[in-house]
């Protein structure tokens, strides 16, 4: 688990990041593990030649609509696998239209397991993002959570601060553990 460190204060009040969601441009959670989205740009492109916004339309078509990369995400990656010689990209009308070389076909040949991994991790990536990864009553009990936390309005004492952060960690090792450990804690008390 991570430790919060209370120095670390995304917008100095609550002690959280900002984190938008799923806001065009906004920051949300993190969907791809490093490489996951330059092989996933690689597959799409092998699959048709297209231009970077079709990209980002077939990503969000892959997230049912829940997540939407950005071109600052997406433009950086074309660009190094451009220089990579994994594709080529050909300007048409000022816009750059992209297809994938022999060495991209060989490279993702390689990475045909790799690949089928992401894919799996964009499934289990898109139920996460739209919450059908936890039932109803779980969901809103973390929503409670978020209102509890934004009610403190920088009311934040480094007692606050370490109670709260006690609770949250405990809390999240709790269900980590399970009710298996659980039971065997009530059982030696």
């Not at 076909?105 to 936890?134: F, N, P, T, W, Y």
């Not at 969901?139 to 007692?159: D, F, I, K, T, Y």
Request: overall charge negative; proline content about 6%; hydrophobic content about 35%.
């Amino acid at each position: 688990m991570r430790e919060h460190h209370p120095h670390s204060h995304g917008d100095g009040r609550d002690g959280f990041e900002k984190r938008p969601g799923r806001e065009r441009g906004g920051r949300g959670p993190r969907v791809f593990a490093p490489g996951d989205l330059k092989l996933l740009l690689l597959a799409l492109i092998a699959e048709q030649p297209c231009h970077g916004y079709d990209l980002i339309r077939q990503i969000e078509g892959l997230f049912d609509g829940a997540y939407s990369p950005s071109p600052g995400v997406i433009y950086p990656t074309l660009t190094f696998l451009e220089e990579s010689e994994l594709i080529s990209g050909d300007a048409e009308g000022g816009k750059k239209r992209y297809t994938i070389t022999d060495a991209g076909r060989l490279s993702l040949s390689e990475q045909a397991i790799a690949l089928e991994g992401v894919r799996m991790r964009i499934d289990v990536s898109k139920r996460s993002l739209r919450g059908h990864d936890r039932p109803p009553e779980i969901h809103e009990a973390v929503h409670n959570l978020r209102h509890a936390l934004q009610l403190h309005h920088g009311r934040w004492s480094a007692e606050e601060i370490a109670r709260v952060a006690t609770l949250l960690n405990s809390t999240a090792q709790a269900i980590v553990d399970g009710p298996a450990v659980q039971a065997v804690q009530g059982e030696n008390q």
